[in-house]
């Protein structure tokens, strides 16, 4: 049985060597999976931080879905916070929320955008997702993509928000980041001005950004999670394997992470994520996370940035490490061929002459594999072989 | 490595031949009215170039929604008022790489039916004016409202682009009569909400429910009458080979089997690749396959006229 002690120890320290650095999952407790999605989930709430509003664990990312039905699937599922932004669509994804959610407005949260502007601007943006909503008042507004600490500290943004909750138009704030958040986040729980932060945060990200959360959750920021599934590769990419339960599993174990906000676009995917709330993190989804990180591992630079400057000739390697990823991630060889325009042929030159790879990954990567890879696509240009017959085929689970 | 310097001398051919194809595209600059701009306006930020790799630098997650869409470069610029520093226009210029790919964006953020008469659709209001021009897709934005102004420039960006593309045609498969205008969309993965159904166009059509209670509710609440008409969809999917449409069918009546419900008629009037049942989300549908396309109508009242329309898309599809 795996729940006996000495096992649930192993299985704790097995996870923790595995999983990239970060520390092991909180919540390891072992309980079948629901499997299909077409159950009804147990659903699971957190409290948003200080907002105190009690939302479901995983809630919905509403960017780029265009059907209502969609919508309609995740509430009659119970999922009750939707984000979505004032730009998505120019507006007619918050017009999408906004009918969908007529006349159900009292039992749903809904998180909306706004950039920094002129304060006439942001009082006309806000005003103009209010009308799309079809609602007098916004759950969470929050800043669209920051990536400053001086943007998470600017008083100036913070007194509009504030008009803006005396006025009754919204009643919490935040900010949302794609990139430096480890930063933002420490300087956010100093400046104690911001409800909510709505965060890029998967199994790949670093040690420094669970502590950052941690900081920030503890006080009193509510953590949104978002780009949980680590990438959007395909079930039949990857030898049928199909992480993104675990992934989202993987967020969660993480209490300081009060709800995900997956970005799905179908039916099928906002059950397949809604059937994990009341799930626990099972030795099947470490497995799952295993193969898929080490899939990653091969193949993906999450463009955290940590190895930039080490390669002492000035080589471009991250561009490199792209065409990588384009190709084999992604299946856009139109995106290949465009990262190709810009590498210069002295930078390859400097790289394939070089006798070794001094640039260290810290989730593992395989630099010097990888670039070589890359010469491999550049020389072998995607034209002239099909996918999966590439450099890299059937490369993906020699762990 | 040494040994690897036969590699750079391949290298360099195939960069010279990549770049030389690349070249022959129109530079996206140029689309963009420097000098020749209404007057009382100038130019003041731009033309900024965006690519795949720093599209989500300029309109953040939104980026992700072009790029479904076939997202090769785009170009953006400011203009501004010389009497009022804060009246300004902002163009946005995406190439999407062909017109189907640039009229499904267009139908994505179209939010009505208000046209303004340029490029092969366009979309025009107070602040706003949009439209789509063979492989381009064109977005202004205006900070005041000045609808004349938006469609002037508008005018001078659409005189800029050369591509001639005509529209896509299976726009034309869509039966006109009950059409909402400025409804048809296009979706490259993801049609009706389902992974099974890849993609296609869909578009609303508004029930005949609406005139039958008008004539028993003479004389009540007009408002009512409104509100009793009825929108339903006509779909099509398409897919690679006639096989791939025969699996995603049974996929869908699985679906339905499981989640809804089917109607138990055997064979099915329009053969016996087609069923009718009850989605949960959608209502009433009937799908059936005609090579390869998945063809259908969801979200019906009156099971007659849906035929009706439904033969009439049939027949329009080659």
Known sequence: MFSEKIERRKFIKTISSTLLGIAAPNILKVRPSLGKSEKTPNLEYRTLGRTGMKVTTVSMGVMN??????????????????????????????EMVGKVF?????????????HPNIEKKMRASVERSLRRLRTDYIDVLVWHGHSLTEEVSDRGLFEFMEKMKKEGKVRFAGFSSHSNMASLLREAAKSNVHDVALVSYNFTHSKGLREAVGLAAKSGIGIVAMK??????????????????????????????????????????????????????????????????SFLQRRICTMCGGCTGECPYGVPHRDLLRLVMYHDGYEKDSLLKESLQIITTPDVQRCSECPSCSIIC?????????????????????????????????????? | MPHKKPIILSLL?????????????????????????????????????YTKKTLFEHIDGQAELFLKYGFQRSVFAIYQNRENAQNQIELDIYDMGNVLQA???????????????????????????????????????????????????????????????????EIGYFPKKGLKPGSIQYFPEELLGHQFLKRGFQGVYIDKVGDKVEIQAKGENKDKVKAESKEFHLFVAIFKDSKEAVNALKIYKDHLFKKGKIDSRSPHPFGPNAFQGEDPYQGEVIVLQKGFHLLGIAGFEKERGAENRLIEFIKSIE
């Not at chain 1, 906002?270 to 030795?283: H, L, R, Y």
């Not at chain 1, 395989?366 to 890359?374: E, G, P, S, T, V």
């Not at chain 1, 010469?375 to 059937?394: D, M, T």
């Not at chain 2, 659709?121 to 977005?139: E, H, I, N, P, T």
């Open chain 1, 228 to 293: 949980t599934q680590a990438g959007g590769y395909k079930k039949e990419k990857i030898g049928g394997l199909s992480p993104h339960q675990a992934a989202l599993k993987y967020v969660l174990t993480d209490q300081n992470i009060s709800m995900a906000v997956p970005g799905v676009t179908t039916v099928e995917q906002i059950e397949e994520c809604a059937a994990v709330m009341g799930t626990f993190f099972t030795k099947g989804d470490l497995q799952s996370l295993k193969q898929y990180h």
């Open chain 1, 102 to 114: 007529q006349g159900k407005r009292e039992k749903v949260f809904i998180q909306t955008k706004v």
């Open chain 1, 362 to 399: 810290r989730r593992g990567l395989d630099i010097r594999a990888q670039m070589q890879l890359a010469q491999e696509l550049i020389v072998r240009p995607p034209a002239l072989y099909k996918h999966g017959s590439g450099p890299a085929a059937g490369r993906q689970f020699d762990v």
């Open chain 1, 65 to 94: 879905c265009s059907d209502p039905t969609v919508l309609h699937r995740a509430y009659d599922l119970g999922i009750n916070f939707y984000d979505t932004a004032d730009c998505y669509m120019w507006g007619r994804n918050e």
């Open chain 2, 13 to 49: 051919i195939l960069m010279i031949i990549w770049n030389g194809a690349s070249s022959e595209a129109v530079p996206l600059e140029s689309l963009i009215p420097l000098k020749d701009v209404p007057k009382g306006w100038a130019l003041i930020e731009g033309p900024r170039t």
């Open chain 2, 103 to 169: 009229f499904g964006i267009f139908s994505r953020f179209r939010s009505e039916d208000r046209p303004m008469g340029i490029g092969l659709d366009s979309f025009l209001d107070d602040g706003s004016a949009l439209f789509y021009k063979g492989r381009y897709f064109v977005m202004l934005y205006g900070t005041e409202p000045n609808p004349s102004l938006l469609k002037e420039w508008a005018t001078k960006v659409s005189s800029r682009i050369s591509d001639h593309s005509p529209p896509p045609k």
